[in-house]
């Protein structure tokens, strides 16, 4: 069993920067990929990035925050990272981190709880 809690989310303006932070416990995160979902009001939720697991390491990420968003593990913290860069208003939604042995499942088997991510002037 998986416990995620996300971290990290705010108020930005545009143009700013935040850094979310998954940070598991109950398992290592070694052997699962992290993805980062997300979903504005109204909207579905969409993936936005995802790392595999340690042994892989390969990441992903949507064309919508590509050369934006950095994702990365610390496998000492048990922690995964989205730094988000040169943030839009189109980034504002709850954030949530999953955990699942391959990024390409359909289905994640762990959630955390999401965290608020709000950009505007």
């Known amino acids: 069993q998986v416990q995620l809690v996300e971290s990290g989310g705010g108020l930005v303006q545009p143009g700013g920067s935040l850094r979310l932070s998954c940070a598991a416990s109950?398992?290592?995160?070694?052997?699962?990929?992290i993805g980062w979902f997300r979903q504005a009001p109204g909207k579905e939720r969409e993936g936005v990035s995802c790392?595999?697991?340690?042994?892989?390491?390969?990441?992903y990420y949507a064309d919508s925050v590509k050369g934006r968003f950095t994702i990365s593990r610390d496998n000492a913290k048990n922690t995964v990272y989205l730094q988000m860069n040169s943030l839009k208003p189109e980034d504002t939604a709850v954030y949530y981190c999953?955990?699942?042995?391959?990024?390409?499942?359909?289905?994640?088997?762990?959630w955390g709880q999401g965290t608020q991510v709000t950009v505007s002037s």
């Open positions: 999953a955990a699942d042995p391959s990024c390409g499942s359909r289905f994640y088997q762990y």
């Open positions: 790392i595999s697991s340690s042994s892989d390491g390969s990441t």
């Open positions: 109950g398992s290592t995160l070694d052997y699962y990929a």
